[in-house]
């Protein structure tokens, strides 16, 4: 999952918990497989296609690692035309407008607004980004207990994984519409590293004026345009991609360092190109990011709750393999991708 998740876990009344839980599996015992395969199947498609098509709006917290993160979300489907408005109510302030695959960026600090294409569409709810019968090669489908979410009645589905080169996930879809109200991953351990969850949410009518700017008056703002290109990058190769992660886009895009100190006035900004190879198995996504090696950096690696990240030099380029997978499975991509060398 692109946007991810960490969580503070509470227990209470351990006995009735425990009991509840030995009752739950031997429900799932006794359903048969198929069945239970099927139902899940049922279940992801639900997810998928109502967070595109449901008109909603909701708060939602985001933990990843130590850093946690309170952002709303309005979400309205008119006709055929997706318009998404996200908040960052935290820190200091961002919107985001999304009009089906455009996105324009409000940044209220330094007066200045950032036009983009959507790269992928992983955003909460909307994180599932395969057909759940591929899903299925690599995760194993369960359905898990029902509960309840920021008021919700809701159904649990777990995936775990087949390997060790993802992390495992539990999703909880509203049982009325199949709408995602929470999600976390699950490492190997099965311990939570990242969650994202409702904590307010309304289904159904939405105002529109609820997905316009909040900012009425953008008169000497900056405006900078996200120049982005679909690109042949077919000379850089992944030998060792983990099982099931497709390639789903290649692109050039011009990337802008702006320093702290500049202003809406001021003209210190730079703009250096960067391409880009996506990967994703429909649930977490692998990028590599490929620039020329004309600055000074040091090769290393860092996490972040369940994002990994390798930096690494080969030859004149500098690699940056960014991916929500375990450090074992973004290092065995670092180490593997190669450069054809042009006859």
Avoid at 4 to 21: E, M, N, Q, R
Avoid at 68 to 86: A, C, D, F, M
Avoid at 233 to 239: D, E, R
Avoid at 242 to 265: C, Q, W
Wanted: hydrophobic fraction near 40%; aromatic fraction near 8%.
């Amino acid at each position: 999952m692109r946007q991810t998740f960490g969580i503070l876990k509470f227990v209470f009344f351990l006995s009735s918990v425990l009991a509840y839980s030995a009752n739950v599996v031997a429900q799932a015992e006794s359903v048969e497989p198929s069945t239970a395969q099927h139902d899940t199947q049922v279940w992801l498609k639900k997810i998928q296609s109502s967070a595109q098509k449901l008109n909603y709006s909701g708060t939602f917290v985001y933990q990843q690692g130590s850093q946690v993160r309170t952002s709303r979300i309005t979400h309205i489907l008119n006709g055929k035309n997706e318009v998404e408005k996200l908040e960052i109510l935290d820190g200091k302030p961002r919107e985001y407008i999304r009009n089906n695959e455009e996105i324009v960026c409000y940044v209220p600090e330094s007066k200045s607004i950032r036009i983009e294409k959507r790269v992928t569409q992983d955003v909460f709810p909307a994180i599932l980004g395969a057909n759940p019968t591929e899903l299925a090669e690599h995760y194993n489908l369960k359905m898990g207990e029902t509960g309840r979410v920021a008021g919700f009645d809701c159904q649990a589905i777990i995936l775990e994984p087949k390997d060790k080169l993802r992390y495992g996930y539990k999703l909880w879809a509203e049982k009325s519409t199949g709408l995602l109200l929470k999600a976390q991953t699950l490492n190997e351990k099965n311990s939570v590293v990242e969650q994202i969850a409702f904590t307010q949410l309304v289904i159904g009518h939405i105002d529109a004026s609820r997905v316009k700017p909040s900012v009425k008056n953008t008169q000497g703002w900056r405006v900078e345009n996200a120049v982005m290109s679909e690109a042949n990058l077919s000379g850089w190769t992944v030998k060792a991609m983990p099982a099931g992660f497709k390639k789903v886009r290649e692109m050039k895009r011009l990337i802008t360092d702006t320093p702290a100190s500049a202003t809406a006035e001021s003209t210190q900004s730079t703009q250096r190109e960067v391409s880009q190879i996506v990967y994703s198995d429909g649930l977490a996504a692998i990028s590599v990011f490929i620039e020329p090696a004309s600055q000074s950096r040091t090769e290393g690696s860092m996490q972040q709750g369940a994002m990994n990240i390798v930096g690494k030099r080969h030859g004149d380029y500098w690699l940056t393999v960014v991916g929500e997978v375990p450090a074992a499975a973004i290092k065995q991509v670092a180490n593997s991708i190669e450069l054809k060398t042009q006859p």
